[in-house]
C-alpha cells in the first residue's frame, strides 16, 4: 500500500508539495480572493492613502473660481441688458444725497412712463445734456398717448427742478451701491486694466504650470520599483529528467 502512495518521480514530488507555501499565497490573492483581501492589497500598494492637497492646488483653486464667477457676472448683466433692459448708471453729484451719495453706482431699469408713481426716482435723459436722477414729485398727462408729463426734485435741493419732463419712457433705480463708481472709473484706465490683466495672467500661470516629476516614479510618485525577486510570483519548474 505504501508503494502505491509514493511518487513515481521527483518531478511529481515537486509539483505535489510547494517548499515555502507561496503557491497558496499567490492563490488567496488572487482574482477569486474575497474582495476585503484584494482590498487590503491595494491599499498596501498604493502607499497609504491620498495626498494631501497642496497651496499650489489651493491657489488655483480659487482662481479658477474667481474667474468662473467674474465671467457668470459678465453674462448675466449682458444678458439682463437685452433682455429686462437693466444698466448702470454713475452719481458724480450729490443732489441725491443721502439717499445716494457721490460716487454711487445705481442698478436702473428702463420702463415705460405710465409706470411711474410719485416717489420713485427715475432717470431721464435730456436733449444735449447729460442725464438727470431724480425723485419724482408729480406725474401728468402729455400731450400724446403713453406720455407723461415728470415733476422731479433731488432728494438735497430745496426747490423742484426748472421745468417737468416729458418722456414716454424712463429708467426706475432699482438700488444703488456707495462708493462703486470710483473702482469703476479705474477699471476704465487702460494702465489700470494692462496692470490687472497682467497680474491675473502671472497668477494663473503660476498657479497652473506643470509640477516637477518626482524621483521615484515617471509620475512622480514616491513608490520604489518592485525588487527583482518580487517581480515574477510564477513558480519556477525544473526540467530535470525522472
Known sequence: MSEMTRPTSRR?????????GRSHARVDAGPEAPAEKRAAAGA?????????P?????????LLWIVALAGLVCIVLVI??????????????GSMAPTIPTGSVAIVQQIP?????????????????LPVTHRVRAVADGSVSGE??????????AQD???PYPVSTVRIVRFSVPGLAPVIVAFGNPLVLGGITIGVTALVVWAFWPRGRGSGGRDGSDEAPAAEGERSDA???SHEAP
Open 12 to 20: 511529481e514530488a515537486r509539483r505535489g508539495a510547494p517548499a515555502d
Open 54 to 62: 497642496t497651496a499650489r492646488g489651493v491657489l488655483s483653486e480659487i
Open 113 to 129: 412712463a405710465s409706470q411711474v408713481h410719485v416717489g420713485d426716482v427715475v432717470t431721464v435723459d435730456r436733449p444735449g445734456e
Open 80 to 93: 439682463l441688458a437685452f433682455t429686462a433692459h437693466i444698466t448702470l448708471i454713475m452719481f458724480r453729484t
Open 44 to 52: 498596501d500598494a498604493s502607499g497609504g492613502g491620498r495626498r494631501r
Open 235 to 237: 513558480p519556477q519548474e
Open 161 to 163: 427742478d426748472v421745468a
Open 148 to 157: 407723461r408729463l415728470l415733476t422731479l426734485r433731488g432728494d438735497a435741493n
